[in-house]
């Protein structure tokens, strides 16, 4: 006969922590899936059920006649995910017209090589699969930012319900229904800092590996590393890079930009960086002016945004002082905050390009805030959430 005592031990020990479901990871996971699977699925009532609808494929790169038939084509010039798709179809391309589909700048689509390169593999060279599990992948990734969220969180004595937060930056509303890369760039990233935290150095800077090969972008954190590490070695400032955990994911960036130069030879990637990079806060405070709905009244909430991300910055800014994140996630955020105001205009242009291209400065400025003693983490979150929600609205409905 088994005392309750034992009873109640026995019990503890058959049932996972994880699932006390009131502070578990298991709670953003449910709730981000419920939230993104209900958007999809509107989506693509919208849609009719045409999966190909969210590639964005415009005539302008996309030539009809020799397309796959089951990819719907724009009257326009598309989106980026056309040359994401294009790249599902054959992921170590050499040729820049192939499907019907030009790739506008080869060696700047194909560094991103791992998102195209998993619907590839996941697809088994079934063309019809591809947009499917385009949206497929999103979604599970998605998700999985979700569970990793509450998982960080819960780790550094945190609500784990705040995970889900993060897969509700509006960026990724635009990467979802448009087939862009940056939420599976993100949930590696999440997962590499997770990793971190937990001092599993070599296995977090494989996931930075693998998030760099996704978008180039996260390649700031590699910097970021690069420098706490000298820092250590000259001023002996204890911090946990061990000298591979930058060195791993910088040299496979260096080799693998090496052969995309090698492989498009006659093809400048200088002209795309230009494109989107130039000097500190002209691009921003341009189009700040720009945007003021004094001077021009239609794009409102385009300068709300952009007043909101002045907001947050300064909010990160204070929140860093009483946050409890590893030095690596602080001196990343500050180096992504030199990256957001030396954008340019063509990327300040529409929210759809800026919010995404934030994907890093927000995750990263999300992580410090809910982990300070800062009053303001709450009306911070309250405020992603709302902006979330009239983008997904905006999307369904007016898009």
């Given at each position: 006969?088994?005392?309750?005592?034992?009873?109640?031990?026995?019990?503890?020990?058959?049932?996972?922590?994880?699932?006390?479901?009131?502070?578990?990871?298991?709670?953003?996971?449910?709730?981000?899936?419920?939230?993104?699977?209900?958007?999809?699925?509107?989506?693509?009532?919208?849609?009719?059920?045409?999966?190909?609808?969210?590639?964005?494929?415009?005539?302008?790169?996309?030539?009809?006649?020799?397309?796959?038939?089951?990819?719907?084509?724009?009257?326009?010039?598309?989106?980026?995910?056309?040359?994401?798709?294009?790249?599902?179809?054959?992921?170590?391309?050499?040729?820049?017209?192939?499907?019907?589909i030009k790739i506008d700048s080869p060696i700047y689509r194909q560094q991103r090589i791992l998102y195209p390169l998993v619907i590839w593999s996941l697809s088994f060279g079934n063309h019809k699969l591809v947009p499917i599990n385009m949206v497929l992948l999103n979604f599970i990734a998605i998700c999985a930012m979700g569970w990793m969220g509450g998982r960080y969180l819960k780790e550094n004595g945190l609500h784990a319900y705040f995970g889900v937060v993060f897969p509700l930056c509006s960026g990724f509303i635009f990467s979802l229904t448009r087939d862009l890369c940056e939420i599976l760039e993100i949930s590696l990233l999440m997962y590499a800092f997770l990793l971190f935290k937990?001092?599993?150095?070599?296995?977090?800077?494989?996931?930075?590996?693998?998030?760099?090969?996704?978008?180039?972008?996260?390649?700031?954190?590699?910097?970021?590393?690069?420098?706490?590490?000298?820092?250590?070695?000259?001023?002996?400032?204890?911090?946990?890079?061990?000298?591979?955990?930058?060195?791993?994911?910088?040299?496979?960036?260096?080799?693998?930009?090496?052969?995309?130069?090698?492989?498009?030879?006659?093809?400048?990637?200088?002209?795309?960086?230009?494109?989107?990079?130039?000097?500190?806060?002209?691009?921003?405070?341009?189009?700040?002016?720009?945007?003021?709905?004094?001077?021009?009244?239609?794009?409102?909430?385009?300068?709300?945004?952009?007043?909101?991300?002045?907001?947050?910055?300064?909010?990160?800014?204070?929140?860093?002082?009483?946050?409890?994140?590893?030095?690596?996630?602080?001196?990343?955020?500050?180096?992504?905050?030199?990256?957001?105001?030396?954008?340019?205009?063509?990327?300040?242009?529409?929210?759809?390009?800026?919010?995404?291209?934030?994907?890093?400065?927000?995750?990263?400025?999300?992580?410090?805030?809910?982990?300070?003693?800062?009053?303001?983490?709450?009306?911070?979150?309250?405020?992603?959430?709302?902006?979330?929600?009239?983008?997904?609205?905006?999307?369904?409905?007016?898009?």
């Amino acid at each position: 006969m088994i005392s309750s005592g034992n009873h109640k031990s026995l019990k503890e020990n058959l049932i996972p922590q994880d699932w006390n479901l009131i502070n578990s990871p298991i709670l953003p996971l449910f709730l981000t899936a419920l939230i993104y699977f209900t958007f999809i699925m509107l989506c693509l009532e919208r849609y009719n059920f045409d999966f190909s609808r969210f590639v964005w494929a415009g005539k302008l790169f996309v030539d009809p006649e020799h397309a796959p038939k089951n990819l719907f084509i724009r009257d326009d010039c598309g989106y980026d995910g056309q040359f994401y798709y294009r790249l599902s179809l054959d992921p170590f391309t050499c040729k820049q017209t192939d499907f019907g589909i030009k790739i506008d700048s080869p060696i700047y689509r194909q560094q991103r090589i791992l998102y195209p390169l998993v619907i590839w593999s996941l697809s088994f060279g079934n063309h019809k699969l591809v947009p499917i599990n385009m949206v497929l992948l999103n979604f599970i990734a998605i998700c999985a930012m979700g569970w990793m969220g509450g998982r960080y969180l819960k780790e550094n004595g945190l609500h784990a319900y705040f995970g889900v937060v993060f897969p509700l930056c509006s960026g990724f509303i635009f990467s979802l229904t448009r087939d862009l890369c940056e939420i599976l760039e993100i949930s590696l990233l999440m997962y590499a800092f997770l990793l971190f935290k937990r001092k599993k150095v070599f296995l977090s800077s494989l996931f930075l590996t693998l998030s760099i090969l996704t978008k180039e972008t996260a390649f700031i954190v590699v910097w970021a590393a690069f420098i706490l590490y000298f820092i250590n070695k000259l001023f002996q400032f204890r911090n946990n890079i061990k000298w591979f955990f930058p060195l791993i994911p910088g040299c496979v960036f260096v080799i693998w930009h090496a052969h995309l130069y090698w492989a498009w030879s006659g093809y400048n990637i200088i002209y795309d960086i230009k494109n989107n990079m130039g000097y500190p806060l002209v691009g921003f405070i341009k189009h700040f002016i720009f945007m003021n709905p004094a001077h021009y009244e239609g794009s409102p909430i385009y300068f709300f945004e952009m007043c909101l991300i002045i907001l947050f910055s300064i909010v990160v800014v204070y929140s860093c002082f009483n946050s409890n994140v590893e030095i690596l996630e602080k001196v990343s955020w500050f180096n992504y905050l030199i990256f957001v105001f030396c954008l340019t205009g063509s990327v300040w242009n529409w929210d759809s390009a800026y919010l995404r291209a934030l994907s890093e400065f927000f995750l990263l400025g999300l992580i410090i805030i809910i982990d300070s003693k800062s009053w303001f983490k709450k009306p911070v979150m309250l405020v992603v959430c709302i902006l979330w929600f009239v983008k997904a609205i905006w999307c369904l409905y007016f898009v």
